[in-house]
């Protein structure tokens, strides 16, 4: 079964450090895209951040970076330079390559960012 | 500006109630979603459609309904069927192997 794991709950970084959230990924597909998916507290989801599985360089976005080890089936995102407005939910996604396109979803890290 | 809107913000319904949750886009995508979301956990699918006049059941189905008759549109249905309606849902958008666009949601609960 296709599953994303996000083991932190919740996490506190200092503001203008950086931290890195983890997410592992079980899949037998060879073709697949993760994603990395933003929701402050007001509820939409705002998109972070791709890699796709064929990728060999790990995708950056600004401030955000992924950490992707395929043989681990991992997909850390690493945010550097923590500000107060990172404070929020951020949700790991994958992305089948059936036809569907949809998203599977983990649970969750809450952020919280220190002043 | 391109989006997705989702109305209303907020919803209640009454026990035995059918209540229907709009989602429109403007982005010309043909793929919609509905996802719902309970509190502390991540998103579950619902419905998807791909073309206009095709949708099929995503993984908590039962208890919901979908129609596509037009591109930009996507309502979903919550029927009495369903047993613990409330929660935050989410509708989203995509065309082809692109990031997902979500709407602001709306949050339903039963009163």
């Known amino acids: 079964a296709q599953k994303i794991t996000q083991t932190q709950p919740g996490m506190f970084v200092q503001e203008k450090e950086a931290v890195t959230l983890d997410c592992t990924y079980d899949t037998s597909d060879q073709s697949y895209g993760l994603f990395w998916y933003k929701q402050p507290s007001s509820g939409e989801m705002i998109f972070l951040i791709y890699?796709?599985?064929?990728?060999?360089q790990n995708a950056t976005e600004g401030r955000y970076s992924l950490n992707f080890q395929k043989a681990r089936k991992s997909a850390n995102l690493v945010i550097s330079a923590s500000q107060l407005g990172d404070s929020a939910m951020y949700f790991c996604?994958?992305?089948?390559?059936?036809?569907?396109?949809?998203?599977?979803f983990g649970s969750g890290t809450r952020l919280l960012v220190r002043p | 500006d391109g989006g997705i809107t989702q109305s209303p913000k907020y919803l209640f319904r009454k026990e035995g109630q059918n209540v229907t949750l709009s989602c429109e886009q403007n982005?010309?995508?043909?793929?919609m979603y509905w996802y719902r979301q309970d509190p502390g956990q991540g998103l579950r699918l619902i419905y998807y459609s791909q073309i206009v006049n095709d949708f099929q059941k995503g993984d908590i189905a039962e208890g919901y309904s979908v129609s596509r008759e037009k591109k930009e549109s996507f309502p979903l249905t919550v029927t009495s069927a369903q047993k613990n309606p409330t929660a935050f849902y989410l509708c989203?958008?995509?065309?082809?192997?692109?990031?997902?666009?979500f709407g602001q949601g709306t949050r339903l609960t039963v009163v």
């Open positions: 989203a958008s995509n065309s082809g192997n692109t990031e997902a666009f």
């Open positions: 890699q796709g599985s064929y990728d060999e």
């Open positions: 996604a994958m992305r089948p390559m059936d036809s569907s396109y949809k998203l599977i």
């Open positions: 982005l010309n995508h043909d793929a």
